[in-house]
Nanobody, 120 residues
Framework: QVQLVESGGGLVQAGGSLRLSCAAS????????MGWYRQAPGKQRELVAI???????NYADSVKGRFTISRDNVKNTLYLQMNSLKPEDTAVYYC??????????????WGQGTQVTVSS
């Protein structure tokens, strides 16, 4: 099992930047896939960006070119660098760890979320 704790959210003006962090309670080296998701009021949770254990990344079209996901396997931390923020990026951002353990049991863990608010 792994606990995930997000930080770095806050209030920022449009065009500004924030960096979110997700600290894991154990090594993330073997976690198959980690990602950031977000949920705006009245909307479903959506994928923002994911990164595999091999370093392959994938982004939602709405954030491509503005957001960068990365993972530090030494610090056991996942990051999301968000630049050129827009009001429509306002949401609660969640960290996720997904994969299969050595016994092929699926795991899917979530953090508690961090609020990002972008003012116009």
């Amino acid at each position: 099992q792994v606990q995930l704790v997000e930080s770095g959210g806050g209030l920022v003006q449009a065009g500004g930047s924030l960096r979110l962090s997700c600290a894991a309670s154990r090594s993330i080296f073997s976690i198959n896939r980690m990602g950031w998701y977000r949920q705006a009021p009245g909307k479903q949770r959506e994928l923002v960006a994911i990164i595999t254990s091999g370093g392959t990344t994938n982004y939602a079209d709405s954030v491509k070119g503005r957001f960068t996901i990365s993972r530090d396997n030494v610090k056991n931390t996942l990051y999301l660098q968000m630049n050129s923020l827009k009001p429509e990026d306002t949401a609660v951002y969640y960290c996720n760890a997904f994969g299969f353990d050595q016994n092929l049991r699926r795991y899917d863990y979530w953090g508690q979320g961090t609020q990002v608010t972008v003012s116009s």
